[in-house]
């Protein structure tokens, strides 16, 4: 029922509420009131003991040791942020680094992801690491349909598909929801890195060949996947002077050379020095891989394990393209450069680069200042 009667009080029908009518001087001291206990109580909360969670340990300690002892636990640490524990594994066998991290699926591990990475530093501009990078998904061992990339495009549930070349590395990263899927996508993608079948026709196929023009088929023409695409590349004047700037700044360096490959270069690239290129550097001892999500550890370990101990890629041979090679000393004085492009209308531009200490420092801080010196806003 309602408040009993009162002075200053109304008493609401059933059911309903009453508002209590008070004085100005009294409503300031019930505040100040509520105030002072407000403070307390946060006070005393403050002053508590909080009770300390330890995170759960972590699913690689429940692997069963014959899989578990065929890798070294380098490194384990609890990302608070992601409540998931990341670790660091060495196989035994290779050498090979995995980092490994167990996300749950209320953080994201529902989304599970993989991607191994090799060092590909090239010592020349025929694009080879670019050209291997779409040829190793041109067909393996296991998997020796043409083309198992766009049957995976097709078919997979993938959310992620893809592989990058950088100047000194080349990345294959998978990604999907379902495990089922996301170990098949696993599967594909280490056995095309590993075990991909290289053929001459795979290299005319994506990086050169010879071809009679649509126009007279008496004559030749140059084509080929990653040909035609950096015919592109090289018919844009921001990308001519950008790696006419990475020349300069890296005379001599892998970093100074056109990792995607230049039209004049491709076609020097040989079948032998194809293949040799992979043979050394996509060895299990330089591999990097990467575990996302909240799929079965065991069976990461597993498939990683079983790759990287194939007899057949264990041709190891030395690293002759550049890696490790020390960056330039750098100069003393002012360097210019005049890079040149065909004409494509009225451009006018200035650009201004540095030699870094590391290939990932290069900011133009001076150019980017002088831009906003001279904007009229």
Same mark, same amino acid.
């Not at 699913?59 to 384990?76: H, I, N, T, W």
């Not at 524990?85 to 050498?95: K, P, Q």
């Not at 893809?162 to 495990?179: C, F, G, I, K």
């Not at 264990?314 to 393209?321: C, G, V």
């Given at each position: 029922?309602?408040?009993?009667?009162?002075?200053?009080?109304?008493?609401?029908?059933?059911?309903?509420?009453?508002?209590?009518?008070?004085?100005?001087?009294?409503?300031?001291?019930?505040?100040?009131?509520?105030?002072?206990?407000?403070?307390?109580?946060?006070?005393?909360? /403050?002053?508590?003991?909080v009770a300390a969670?330890?995170?759960?340990?972590?699913?690689? =300690? @429940? *692997?069963?040791?014959?899989? +578990? #002892?065929?890798?070294?636990?380098?490194?384990?640490?609890?990302?608070?942020?992601?409540?998931?524990?990341?670790?660091?594994?060495?196989?035994?066998?290779?050498?090979?680094?995995?980092?490994?991290?167990?996300?749950?699926?209320?953080?994201?591990?529902?989304?599970?992801?993989?991607?191994?990475?090799?060092?590909?530093?090239?010592?020349?501009?025929?694009?080879?690491?670019?050209?291997?990078?779409?040829?190793?998904?041109?067909?393996?061992?296991?998997?020796?349909?043409?083309?198992?990339?766009?049957?995976?495009?097709?078919?997979?549930?993938?959310?992620?598909?893809?592989?990058?070349?950088?100047p000194d590395r080349?990345?294959?990263?998978?990604? /999907?929801?379902?495990?089922?899927?996301?170990?098949?996508?696993?599967?594909?993608?280490? =056995? @095309? *890195?590993?075990?991909?079948? +290289? #053929?001459?026709?795979?290299?005319?196929?994506?990086?050169?060949?010879?071809?009679?023009?649509?126009?007279?088929?008496?004559?030749?023409?140059?084509?080929?996947?990653?040909?035609?695409?950096?015919?592109?590349?090289?018919?844009?004047?921001?990308?001519?002077?950008?790696?006419?700037?990475?020349?300069?700044?890296?005379?001599?360096?892998?970093?100074?050379?056109?990792?995607?490959?230049?039209?004049?270069?491709?076609?020097?690239?040989?079948?032998?020095?194809?293949?040799?290129?992979?043979?050394?550097?996509?060895?299990?001892?330089?591999?990097?891989?990467?575990?996302?999500?909240?799929?079965?550890?065991?069976?990461?370990?597993?498939?990683?394990?079983?790759?990287?101990?194939?007899?057949?890629?264990?041709?190891?041979?030395?690293?002759?393209?550049?890696?490790?090679?020390?960056?330039? #000393?750098?100069?003393?004085?002012?360097?210019?450069?005049?890079?040149?492009?065909?004409?494509?209308?009225?451009r006018t531009g200035?650009?201004?680069?540095?030699?870094?200490?590391?290939?990932?420092?290069?900011?133009?801080?001076?150019?980017?200042?002088?831009?906003?010196?001279?904007?009229?806003?």
């Amino acid at each position: 029922a309602g408040l009993p009667s009162a002075a200053g009080c109304n008493t609401p029908p059933l059911g309903g509420f009453s508002m209590l009518r008070v004085g100005p001087a009294v409503a300031r001291a019930s505040r100040a009131a509520a105030r002072r206990v407000a403070l307390r109580a946060r006070s005393m909360s /403050s002053k508590a003991p909080v009770a300390a969670t330890s995170p759960p340990a972590p699913v690689v =300690d @429940a *692997v069963p040791q014959e899989l +578990l #002892s065929r890798f070294r636990v380098v490194k384990r640490e609890f990302l608070k942020e992601h409540a998931a524990w990341a670790v660091l594994l060495e196989h035994a066998a290779t050498g090979a680094q995995l980092v490994s991290i167990e996300a749950p699926s209320a953080g994201g591990g529902d989304e599970k992801v993989f991607g191994i990475a090799f060092p590909t530093e090239p010592s020349d501009s025929t694009g080879v690491a670019h050209i291997l990078e779409h040829s190793v998904l041109c067909g393996s061992e296991r998997y020796p349909c043409k083309e198992p990339f766009a049957e995976l495009l097709r078919s997979s549930q993938q959310t992620f598909l893809n592989a990058m070349t950088y100047p000194d590395r080349t990345v294959y990263p998978v990604a /999907s929801l379902n495990e089922q899927d996301f170990r098949n996508l696993v599967g594909v993608y280490l =056995d @095309a *890195v590993f075990r991909p079948r +290289l #053929s001459p026709w795979t290299l005319m196929q994506e990086g050169w060949r010879l071809e009679p023009s649509e126009e007279d088929k008496s004559r030749f023409k140059l084509s080929g996947v990653v040909y035609s695409e950096m015919k592109g590349v090289y018919s844009s004047a921001d990308s001519l002077h950008a790696m006419a700037c990475g020349q300069a700044l890296f005379p001599g360096q892998s970093y100074g050379v056109s990792s995607g490959g230049d039209p004049a270069a491709i076609p020097s690239l040989s079948y032998a020095d194809f293949v040799g290129f992979h043979r050394r550097n996509y060895q299990p001892s330089k591999a990097r891989l990467f575990f996302w999500g909240d799929d079965d550890v065991a069976e990461r370990l597993r498939v990683v394990d079983e790759y990287l101990t194939l007899g057949n890629i264990h041709d190891e041979e030395a690293h002759a393209n550049g890696a490790g090679d020390p960056l330039p #000393s750098g100069w003393k004085d002012p360097q210019s450069l005049t890079s040149w492009w065909p004409p494509g209308g009225a451009r006018t531009g200035e650009a201004t680069a540095y030699s870094p200490a590391s290939p990932s420092d290069v900011v133009d801080e001076a150019s980017a200042a002088a831009a906003a010196a001279a904007a009229p806003w």
